[in-house]
């Protein structure tokens, strides 16, 4: 698998046939007898940040989770590079390059800060190559170091959400799905996660966030899509989206 992490970075200017990197195709995914996403079509493009916008239930996790494996569409393809992600396991999604950092942060309470790093890198055996990656991560988030024996029960939320994000980059993700990654942070932490958004981007790794805080993820976002009641309504590039009335009057506080 390409070392994203390490990669050269990505040029702001995209070639004109540049094929998309990541392509939904009319999915519609149930829960039981209830669409929780509604015949949606999306695109991302390597090199960028893609923001997911929408209320709660608006079917923004979903869509994630079904990139994933998580959850299995019952219409509509999904192709990651090219390749059918239609009914592949999670694991195996996860070794063709997709990584999610989910929502809640979900790290291993129990387990050292270091430990949690090591479980980022499961589908992964070149030991020389897990440690350069672990080291960047420390090098990306200071604070991680000063903490790295450290459970990770104990830490602040803004540092879980620092684990999470470094976790997901031990799998050396050519796409980081983030869920929420500024849930419940404080206006400073926010801002730094973003900011690490973006030099995760500037380092290579293509990004699909999803995301409340829609000024935030759409000041670092190339393009936008935004969900309602699990149909697409409006996207386009972030600029476009961030100036549309309805957005913000529904999202930006307009």
């Not at 809640?104 to 309470?109: E, N, Y």
């Not at 890198?121 to 090098?139: N, P």
């Not at 990306?140 to 684990?163: D, N």
């Not at 796409?175 to 690490?196: C, H």
Request: glycine fraction near 10%; aromatic fraction near 4%.
């Amino acid at each position: 698998m390409p070392n994203a992490f390490h990669a050269v970075p990505v040029p702001e200017q995209r070639p004109p046939s540049s094929e998309p990197m990541l392509s939904l195709d009319r999915i519609e995914v149930y829960y039981g007898n209830i669409a929780a996403v509604r015949g949606l079509t999306l695109t991302v493009m390597p090199g960028e940040i893609v923001t997911l916008l929408g209320s709660n239930g608006a079917g923004k996790s979903t869509t994630l989770r079904t990139i994933s494996g998580l959850l299995h569409p019952r219409r509509g393809t999904m192709t990651f590079e090219g390749r059918r992600l239609n009914g592949l396991p999670a694991h195996q999604i996860v070794r063709l390059g997709i990584v999610q950092a989910p929502e809640g942060r979900r790290i291993f309470p129990r387990m050292s800060v270091d430990e949690n790093l090591d479980l980022g890198a499961f589908v992964r055996t070149d030991r020389h190559g897990i440690a350069a990656d672990k080291e960047q991560v420390y090098e990306l988030f200071p604070r991680l170091r000063e903490r790295i024996a450290q459970r990770a029960g104990t830490l602040s939320g803004g540092e879980q959400q620092m684990l999470a994000l470094g976790r997901a980059l031990m799998a050396r993700p050519k796409l980081l799905l983030l869920d929420e990654p500024s849930m419940g942070l404080a206006p400073v932490l926010v801002e730094l996660i973003f900011e690490t958004i973006a030099r995760i981007r500037q380092q290579g790794t293509t990004v699909l966030v999803v995301e409340q805080n829609a000024l935030a993820a759409l000041e670092i976002a190339d393009r936008a899509y935004v969900l309602e009641s699990g149909r697409l309504k409006v996207s386009g590039a972030a600029v476009d989206v961030a100036n549309n009335p309805e957005v913000v009057q529904a999202y930006l506080g307009g």
